[in-house]
T-cell receptor, first 115, second 113 residues
Framework: AQSVTQPDIHITVSEGASLELRCNYSYGATPYLFWYVQSPGQGLQLLLKYFSGDTLVQGIKGFEAEFKRSQSSFNLRKPSVHWSDAAEYFC?????????????FGTGTRLTVIP | EPEVTQTPSHQVTQMGQEVILRCVPISNHLYFYWYRQILGQKVEFLVSFYNNEISEKSEIFDDQFSVERPDGSNFTLKIRSTKLEDSAMYFCATGRDGNQPQHFGDGTRLSIL
């Protein structure tokens, strides 16, 4: 069965520091992987996705993620965090039984950015 | 950029009442989904819908839940007889096809009293 683990519930970083949010997944085939961001009271905004090809994917807002099959990981990174990046970040794997890829989400990592 | 629109933003309902949550998908999208997020918990898949029928549903999506596209544009989630544990944020998501990323609405916060 598909599952996603985000081991860090809450991370605090200083503005300008680098960031890495961890994500491990369990899926029987080649996964579709996603990172979404959720600001308070808002919906989920797609940051980036991995379907196939280059294992380092670039997203919006300066984020990138690297797919490592051997580690079943899809960690999100940003070289320099901005105060506006404070939000909840969700890793998700797509894996429906049919053509529609329902998403399985991790429990999220809440990012706090301090001045 | 086109958006998924959900109404209402907040719904307060007495336990046992029926509730209908509405979603207007992005116009050229063909795949529709409902997810829910209980406060403080992760986002959970409820149901996917394609070609006017349910593609897949989770164990959460029991007989109290139903979905439909009543007029070819709106995509609705109905909860027939609400329970306290149905209190959650409900997200609609749509995709152009099954292999494309899903675009999420801002959600409807459902509060059951």
């Amino acid at each position: 069965a598909q599952s996603v683990t985000q081991p860090d519930i809450h991370i605090t970083v200083s503005e300008g520091a680098s960031l890495e949010l961890r994500c491990n997944y369990s899926y029987g085939a080649t996964p579709y992987l996603f990172w979404y961001v959720q600001s308070p009271g808002q919906g989920l905004q797609l940051l980036l996705k991995y379907f196939s090809g280059d294992t380092l994917v670039q997203g919006i807002k300066g984020f990138e993620a690297e797919f490592k099959r051997s580690q079943s990981s899809f960690n999100l990174r940003k070289p320099s965090v901005h105060w506006s990046d404070a939000a909840e970040y969700f890793c998700a794997v797509g894996g429906g039984q049919t053509g529609a890829n329902n998403l399985f989400f991790g429990t999220g990592t809440r990012l706090t950015v301090i001045p | 950029e086109p958006e998924v629109t959900q109404t209402p933003s907040h719904q307060v309902t007495q336990m046992g009442q029926e509730v209908i949550l509405r979603c207007v998908p992005i116009s050229n999208h063909l795949y529709f989904y409902w997810y829910r997020q209980i406060l403080g918990q992760k986002v959970e898949f409820l149901v996917s819908f394609y070609n006017n029928e349910i593609s897949e549903k989770s164990e959460i999506f029991d007989d109290q839940f139903s979905v439909e596209r009543p007029d070819g544009s709106n995509f609705t989630l109905k909860i027939r007889s609400t329970k306290l544990e149905d209190s959650a944020m409900y997200f609609c998501a749509t995709g152009r096809d099954g292999n494309q990323p899903q675009h999420f609405g801002d959600g409807t916060r459902l509060s059951i009293l």
